[in-house]
């Protein structure tokens, strides 16, 4: 069984039931497709990529209930992007990211951001390395909220490579690669 594999296991275990929402792989691109009574929401991953598995799972343990009513949570993907758009794409992908890298690190997963813009080639990568890392402190300073503590302590316990100690701030004093 691969890690991506493993990740759906344990994810499906922790919120299937109680949050009415199954993570999958095989997805040409990502999405989030909000369920109804007889059908689950489902969280869409693409291929069999584990990052890609716990970049969705954070974009849902950070979006609220009415979020979660919604295709992609309400938002639309702009695949090439200005230095404006990039800005604000940053602004609102430090938290998912900040928690993607909590993910990574109970996983025991390499974590590294995405700036997901190739055709500007002026972005700079370690500004957005640095806000991820700063709002990877933020979101520990407040407490991980309640879906990412379940999950990242399944995680730690149920992956070969699991590491506890992800809600220490020690592990984040450095910018993420």
Known sequence: MNSASQI??????????SYHTRLEGGGDEPVYLPGDETVPHRIIFRADYERSALHEVAHWCHAGHARRQQMDYGYWY???????????????????????????????????????????????????????????????????????RQFALALCRQMPAGDASFDNPDNYQTPPD
């Open 78 to 148: 702009q695949p090439a992007r200005d230095a404006e758009a990039q800005a604000a794409f940053e602004q609102a992908e430090a938290r998912p990211q900040a928690i993607e890298r909590v993910l990574c690190l109970a996983a025991g997963i390499r974590f590294q951001v995405s700036i997901d813009n190739f055709d500007d080639a002026a972005i700079d990568p370690a500004r957005f390395r640095t806000l991820v890392g700063h709002e990877t402190l933020r979101l520990l300073e407040g407490g991980l909220n309640p879906r990412i």
């Open 8 to 17: 759906c296991q344990v994810f499906n275990a922790c919120f299937l039931a």
